[in-house]
C-alpha cells in the first residue's frame, strides 16, 4: 500500500454533494482537494458494471490527465427486494426522459413503487461507496463503505443530496436526509470506529491506510 505524501489531491468527481463530503472527510489531515468540476476536466463516462470499475475510469483518467494523484468516489444504493437495483446505475435512474439532467425525488419515487410492485414486506437495502486512488502511472488502490437500513417512504428531510431522504440507516430514527453532514459522517480523524454513511466508511480505510495519522 502506497502512503500518500503530496497534499495536493483531485477528488474525481463532478457531483457536488460527493465532493462536499469528501472535502469534509479529507480536510482535517490538511489536504486540499481540487475537483474535476473546478479543473474543467472531462467527466469519463461509467461503462463499468461495477462500483470498482467505474471508479477506476474515474480516478485514472482524472490522475493521468493532472498528473497528481486522484481520489473518486463510485456509490450507489442496492435494494435488497430488486436484486440490488438500481447499484451501479443509482445515478441513471435519476435521468429525465427530455435529457435535461436529473431529478431525485422521481428517482426515489421510482425505487419506492419497484418495491411496492414486488408486494414484499423487506424494505432493507444499502448504500455503497468504493474510492478509488489512482496515480498518474497508473496504480490504484481500493477502499470500500457499506451502510445498511430501511428504505422509507414518504421521503423526510432536505440536508444530504441524491437518495438520502429515504434512506433510515439501521439503529437510528432519522434518515441521512434528516441528518447534519457531521451526524451523517458519524466520523472523525482518529476515531476508533468507521462510523456511519457509507462515504465516511470507505474513507475511514483510506485514511488508516494511505494518510500519516500525525498530520
Ligand atoms: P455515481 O457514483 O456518480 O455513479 O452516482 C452515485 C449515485 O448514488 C448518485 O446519483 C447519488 O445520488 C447516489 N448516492 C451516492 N451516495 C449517496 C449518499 O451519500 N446519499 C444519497 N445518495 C447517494
Keep these: 500500500m502506497r502512503k500518500l505524501e503530496i497534499h495536493d489531491i483531485i477528488v474525481a468527481s463532478h457531483n457536488a454533494g460527493k465532493v462536499r463530503e469528501i472535502n469534509d472527510l479529507i480536510a482535517p489531515y490538511g489536504f486540499s ?91 432493507g437495502g444499502y448504500f455503497v461507496a468504493v474510492l478509488c486512488l489512482a496515480w498518474p502511472d497508473g496504480h490504484v488502490e481500493y477502499f470500500r463503505g457499506e451502510t445498511h437500513g430501511d428504505i422509507i417512504w414518504p421521503p423526510r428531510g432536505d440536508a444530504g443530496f441524491g437518495y438520502d431522504p429515504i434512506f433510515l440507516p439501521e439503529g437510528h430514527d432519522k434518515t441521512f436526509g434528516e441528518m447534519t453532514a457531521e451526524e451523517k459522517h458519524g466520523w472523525k480523524p482518529g476515531q476508533k470506529d468507521d462510523g456511519l454513511s457509507h462515504r465516511a466508511r470507505a474513507f475511514a480505510l483510506f485514511a488508516r491506510t494511505c494518510l500519516s495519522q500525525d498530520r
Design 33 to 123: 482537494a481540487k475537483s474535476a468540476a473546478e479543473l474543467n476536466l472531462e467527466e469519463p463516462e461509467e461503462t463499468g458494471t461495477t462500483f470498482e470499475e467505474n471508479a477506476t475510469i474515474k480516478a485514472l483518467a482524472a490522475a493521468k490527465t493532472t498528473g497528481l494523484p486522484a481520489l473518486s468516489d463510485d456509490s450507489g444504493l442496492c435494494v435488497k427486494a430488486l436484486d440490488d437495483a438500481p447499484g451501479v446505475y443509482t445515478a441513471d435512474w435519476a435521468e429525465k426522459e427530455d435529457g435535461s439532467g436529473r431529478d431525485f425525488l422521481m428517482a426515489m419515487e421510482k425505487v419506492h413503487k419497484a418495491i411496492e410492485a414486488k408486494e414484499t414486506s423487506d424494505k
